[in-house]
Every structure is written in structure tokens, then in C-alpha cells.
């Protein structure tokens, strides 16, 4: 079982960069398919992008070319970059884990979050124009 735990959320100001971390402890990142996911009020909730467990990584559509997933075995902890951030990414961000999806099936989906076992409580981030 993993415990994961979100930081690096807050107000940012629109056109800047974007940086969450995911702490994960009692056991290591690269045993899971980890992902990032966000909720805005009203709206199901949404996958980013994932990394599987070789490292392969994948990316919501809306998402490619200014984000990057990545992870620190060392630290134990995941990461979300942003290059460019808009007030339409304001949002409720959480990283996840799933011990069932592997392979290509740890890619972004409309159910993806179903196929994820271990959630963060979250961290908001506020984007102001």
C-alpha cells in the first residue's frame, strides 16, 4: 500500500510555470502505474498524464507540449511540470497509483481513473489572469 501526498499547489499567476510534487510513502513509485489528475466543481475528474513503470510516459491530448510527468526514485516522489499555466487549468489536482494497470493500459483514458487504487487528498491550484 502507498500513501500519496500532493504539494506545490496555490495561486499562480496566468503565463507562468506550474511545478506539483507527489510524496509516496511506504512503498516506491516505480512499483505503480502513477498518474495526475484534476477536477474542476461540476466536472469528472480528468487524467493528465501517467507514467508507467518502465518509465513510459503518456499525456492527455490538451496536455502535450507544456507538461511533463516525471519521477524521482531516489525521493520517492512524482512530479507534474506545467510550462505555460491558464486560468482554465485551475483546478483541484491529485496524483494517483494503480497496482492493476500495466503496460499500455496505464495510459490516458475516460475511465483511467477507475483503473487507479491509491489517491492524494489534493492540492488546488488557482490560476489568476
Known amino acids: 500500500q502507498v500513501h500519496l501526498v500532493e504539494s506545490g499547489g496555490g495561486s499562480v499567476q496566468a503565463g507562468g510555470p506550474l511545478r506539483l510534487s507527489c510524496a509516496a510513502a511506504g512503498d516506491v513509485v516505480e512499483n505503480y502505474c502513477m498518474g495526475w489528475f484534476r477536477q474542476i466543481p461540476g466536472k469528472e475528474r480528468e487524467g493528465i498524464a501517467t507514467?508507467?513503470?518502465?518509465?513510459?510516459?503518456h499525456y492527455a491530448n490538451a496536455m502535450k507540449g507544456r507538461t511533463t510527468i516525471s519521477r524521482d526514485n531516489a525521493d520517492n516522489t512524482l512530479y507534474l511540470e506545467m510550462s505555460v499555466v491558464a486560468p482554465e487549468d485551475t483546478a483541484l489536482y491529485y496524483c494517483?497509483?494503480?497496482?492493476?494497470?500495466?503496460?499500455?493500459?496505464?495510459?490516458?483514458?475516460?475511465?483511467?481513473?477507475?483503473?487507479?487504487?491509491?489517491w492524494g487528498s489534493g492540492t488546488q491550484v488557482t490560476i489568476s489572469s
Open positions: 507514467i508507467e513503470r518502465d518509465g513510459t510516459t
Open positions: 494517483a497509483a494503480s497496482t492493476r494497470l500495466r503496460g499500455g493500459y496505464c495510459s490516458i483514458g475516460r475511465l483511467l481513473h477507475k483503473g487507479m487504487d491509491y
